[in-house]
């Protein structure tokens, strides 16, 4: 089955770091840009952090920059966002979404979606 | 930095009614945009990308049309389980969305 499955999220106190975990499968994970969606209760979508295939493209909002790091791991199909310096308003259910395409940098076409894990920051 | 303004906030109409839904850039974006559906407790859905391009499996009353600063996504002939929030999307920017209810 093609999915993809967050994990990592809880409550953290401000200030405090927490590193987020995708897990891939179903579909040649190192093919494919990766990307990190955030949605903060009752809001919208925000864009947080994509890597390419070969994480030899890297981007982030500049809500994080500074703050969050992305990486993966082809061997384990798998895709991180460790995220330090945790505030408020980092408060959200974060998306692990794969680009469309297979190709060269980021596509930003997210056609697969985990269903998110929760982060809190609260003291 | 790219900002997209969808309108109206909220659409209320009926199943069978024609939705067009509206999503503005703040500068040309020529036809990188995409659209998402999203349903409560759900994550989004890919709809349409490169402003016209129906995603794998999505059905033919959903289209997409458009370029540069103005977009615009149609549903045809509203369906009940089309009643949901609708997202544009250009690279790392998202629009605030609008949600579709029924009338």
């Known amino acids: 089955e093609v999915q993809l499955v967050e994990s990592g999220g809880g409550l953290v106190q401000p200030g405090r770091s927490l590193r987020l975990s995708c897990a891939a499968s179903g579909f040649t994970f190192d093919d494919y840009a990766m990307h990190w969606v955030r949605q903060a209760p009752g809001k919208g979508l925000e864009w947080v952090s994509g890597?390419?295939?070969?994480?030899?493209?890297?981007g982030y909002a500049d809500s994080v920059k500074g703050r969050f790091t992305i990486s993966r791991d082809n061997a384990k199909n798998s895709l991180y966002l460790q995220m330090n310096s945790l505030r408020a308003e980092d408060t959200a259910l974060y998306y692990c979404?794969?680009?469309?395409?297979?190709?060269?940098?980021?596509?930003?076409?997210?056609?697969?979606w985990g269903r998110g894990t929760l982060v809190t920051v609260s003291s | 930095e790219i900002v997209l303004t969808q309108s109206p906030a909220t659409l209320s109409l009926s199943p069978g009614e024609r939705a067009t839904l509206s999503c503005r850039a703040s500068q040309s974006v020529s036809s990188y945009l995409a659209w998402y559906q999203q349903k409560p407790g759900q994550a989004p859905r890919l709809l349409i990308y490169d402003a016209s391009n129906r995603a794998t499996g999505i059905p033919a009353r959903f289209s997409g049309s458009g370029s540069g600063t103005d977009f615009t996504l149609t549903i045809s002939s509203l369906e009940p389980e089309d009643f949901a929030v609708y997202y544009c999307?250009?690279?790392?920017?998202f629009g605030q969305g609008t949600k579709l209810e029924i009338k």
């Open positions: 979404a794969k680009d469309r395409i297979a190709a060269a940098g980021l596509n930003w076409y997210f056609d697969l």
């Open positions: 999307q250009q690279r790392g920017t």
């Open positions: 890597i390419s295939w070969n994480s030899g493209s890297i």
